[in-house]
Structures are given as C-alpha cells and as structure tokens.
C-alpha cells in the first residue's frame, strides 16, 4: 500500500534557529526554514533527495536513540571534519569506543560508527559500512 509513497521522517528541536545554524552551517545540509508562527519548520535535504522535517517544540526532550545516520567512505577523515567543524563525539557506555571516540566493527553492525548530537541533544552518527 506505501510502497509507492514518498515517505519523510521528522523530529523535533527546542530551536529551529539553532537546528538550521547546525544541520546548514556545520554539516553542510541544504537546510530551508518554512512556515511561520507555530507552523514554523526546517526541511533537511539529504543525498538522494530524501528529506526530513525538524520542527521547533518547547517541551522538547532530546532523542535517545540515533535519528540520523550518515553513511560515509572514511570515517577517520569524517570525525576529523567535524571535530574540525566544534562536534564534539559522544561516548556511551557499553560500547569499546577507540581513543577518538570510533566504535569498531561488531556482529552484524557497520564497520565503524561515531555519535554526536545535536544543539538540541539529539543523536546523530557517521557510519562506515563494511
């Protein structure tokens, strides 16, 4: 029934300015601003033309799982480019992160994998697929 459907994810931030200063500026998104009011939005284009909608919402409570993964070639020149860039990794427990912040290859999962987040503390990851 949606199999042909032009499906979007979306997820909220506590500030849309700050959201399209990251998501635009820092990682280098196509990032538009719509709406006004409270019908304000924020369409993130990915590679493939996909998007995903970031809306504002004052009660905002971050994500705790990863919303946005980033598959990349070389996730060593990836984590340098956001480091040079003010992102910041992030470590959780559970997880044999390397000296910066790269979980290695496991079962099943992609061959390397670093999370960030964003202003609003939602998680994100670059990801080297094996």
Do not use: C
């Not at 820092?26 to 990915?46: H, N, P, Q, V, Y």
């Not at 997880?95 to 992609?110: C, L, N, S, T």
Request: hydrophobic share 40%; charged share 25%.
């Amino acid at each position: 029934m949606f199999g042909q459907s032009k499906a979007f994810s979306g997820f909220a931030v506590d500030d849309l300015g700050e959201a399209r200063r990251f998501y635009g500026e820092t990682l280098g998104l196509r990032a538009e601003e719509s709406g006004e009011g409270d019908m304000r939005m924020l369409t993130l284009t990915l590679g493939g033309g996909a998007q995903v909608f970031v809306y504002p919402k004052e009660s905002h409570s971050p994500a705790t799982f990863t919303i946005l993964n980033f598959p990349v070639d070389d996730i060593e020149a990836a984590v340098d480019e956001l480091e040079r860039r003010g992102v910041s990794l992030e470590r959780y427990p559970g997880f044999d992160h390397d000296e910066r912040g790269i979980v290695r290859a496991g079962d099943g999962g992609p061959a390397a994998i670093a999370w960030f987040t964003d202003p609003a503390g939602n998680v994100l990851s670059v990801l080297q697929e094996t």
